[in-house]
Nanobody, 123 residues
Framework: VQLQASGGGLVLAGESLRLSCAAS????????GGWFRQTPGKEREFVAG????????AYADSVKGRFTISRDNAKNTMYLQMNSLKPEDTAVYYC?????????????????WGQGTQVTVSS
């Protein structure tokens, strides 16, 4: 599975961005997808996850109510809608896919990774 992330950019606090993650190659409805983010000197942090078969989701407490993860099965694409962005959301965002139907917040549980897209939120 190859993943191509896009949609990052520079925005002001309070604005919105939508990240996309296009998947190619052999995929399965039993997979799960996730978004992670990382800042220099810190561990990669779980942001949100989605079960491809059911669409059930999970979020980090820091983004609940502001971010929404979704998936378009027809386009084989996963999205992260980010609203009410804060400066502390600034990071490189990565999409990932896990060959397992169980959602996981652990980066090591994911099998495939996109290349990362920079999100910068200015105050």
């Amino acid at each position: 599975v190859q993943l191509q992330a896009s949609g990052g950019g520079l925005v002001l606090a309070g604005e919105s961005l939508r990240l996309s993650c296009a998947a190619s190659g052999r995929t399965s409805s039993s997979y799960t997808g996730g978004w992670f983010r990382q800042t220099p000197g810190k561990e990669r942090e779980f942001v949100a996850g989605i079960r491809w078969s059911s669409g059930s989701t999970a979020y980090a407490d820091s983004v609940k109510g502001r971010f929404t993860i979704s998936r378009d099965n027809a386009k084989n694409t996963m999205y992260l809608q980010m609203n009410s962005l804060k400066p502390e959301d600034t990071a490189v965002y990565y999409c990932a896919v896990r060959r397992n139907f169980v959602l996981s917040p652990v980066s090591g549980a994911y099998d495939f990774w996109g290349q990362g897209t920079q999100v910068t939120v200015s105050s």
